[in-house]
């Protein structure tokens, strides 16, 4: 049986994908290291309260700070990252569309539809042509992967698309899922403690009133903490990664009563929405973000 690989898919796929995950990387390397910045700096603060090497530290810091938060608003690698995992994911769902022979490529010789297809997604997505990285020679609309997988009969393509696709979304989701719940908790237990260590030196203040305790340099530490958690939505993508496990495990279920290549279109059809859909909210979310 032929294994889908990202090899396997369209070169604008390979391409918008490695566009959204340089970007994502970029993104959470530029907050991740602002927030570092931001702990140094009421670190050194506090290091030397009274000193000019403390106020120059804390002024760099602060001026370096600012520095990456209008690379992120100018660059935008935010943006680029979601929209280029929704080009990517539009040209997975329309390529198994296309293998399995499901609406709305039926026919028999219907490379054009897709290409047109293919097309208007990049057409769509125009303001992303410039930092995709370019196609090449070995990169093509379709592949002889993906020819195969439209060549064989019908049971064979249910099979495969069940392995390759239903199998493969549900593991993924499945395992993202518990990642997300076990971050969920580390995070937290992270964030109680910090909140404990920051009552008890103030607490503590209260008699040793002439000493200095890092409790700015704790407080910044759980707010850069509450900052993260909310740019990765770990509580939020948890639950909707879950639910879609869930969904995926109907649609499994469903496999049976398909037989018939208008079963198997209506199947894939229906199986694809539902990947689309958690897409798409999932593109929402990082916009209101």
């Not at 608003?73 to 990252?81: A, C, G, N, S, Y």
């Not at 997505?125 to 995709?132: D, G, K, V």
């Not at 237990?189 to 009133?209: D, E, G, M, N, P």
């Not at 900052?227 to 496999?255: D, G, P, R």
Request: one cysteine or more; aromatic letters at 12%.
């Amino acid at each position: 049986m032929c294994i889908i690989k990202e090899a396997s898919y369209p070169a604008l796929f390979q391409a918008a994908d490695s566009a959204s995950i340089e970007s994502q990387n970029k993104f959470f390397l530029y907050l991740r290291s602002y927030l570092i910045i931001l702990i140094l700096a009421a670190f050194f603060a506090y290091l030397w309260p009274d000193s000019q090497l403390g106020a120059i530290s804390a002024a760099f810091l602060f001026l370096v700070s600012l520095f990456l938060l209008v690379a992120m608003k100018v660059e935008k690698p935010d943006e680029i990252w979601y929209n280029g995992r929704a080009v990517a994911e539009s040209v997975k769902t329309i390529s198994w569309k296309w293998m399995m022979h499901a609406q709305p490529y039926q026919k028999e010789n219907d490379e054009q539809n897709f290409i047109l297809d293919l097309k208007k997604i990049l057409n769509q997505n125009c303001h992303l042509s410039s930092i995709l990285p370019a196609v090449t020679e070995n990169q093509v609309a379709i592949t002889e992967d993906m020819k195969k997988v439209r060549d064989m009969v019908t049971d064979d393509r249910k099979q495969l698309y069940l392995k390759e696709r239903i199998e493969d979304q549900q593991k993924w989701y499945s395992k993202k899922s518990q990642d997300l719940q076990n971050k969920v908790k580390q995070w937290f237990w992270l964030s109680v403690t910090l909140h404990v260590i920051a009552i008890f030196l103030l607490l503590l203040r209260i008699k040793a009133y002439k000493y200095q305790f890092p409790i700015e340099v704790i407080s910044t530490v759980a707010s850069a903490i509450l900052t993260w958690l909310q740019a990765k939505k770990f509580n939020e993508l948890s639950a909707a990664y879950s639910h879609t496990a869930h969904e995926i495990a109907f649609i499994v279920s469903e496999a049976d009563s398909v037989s018939s290549e208008t079963e198997l279109s209506n199947y894939v059809v229906n199986s694809e929405t539902a990947f689309s859909r958690e897409h798409t909210q999932w593109c929402a979310r990082r916009v209101i973000y």
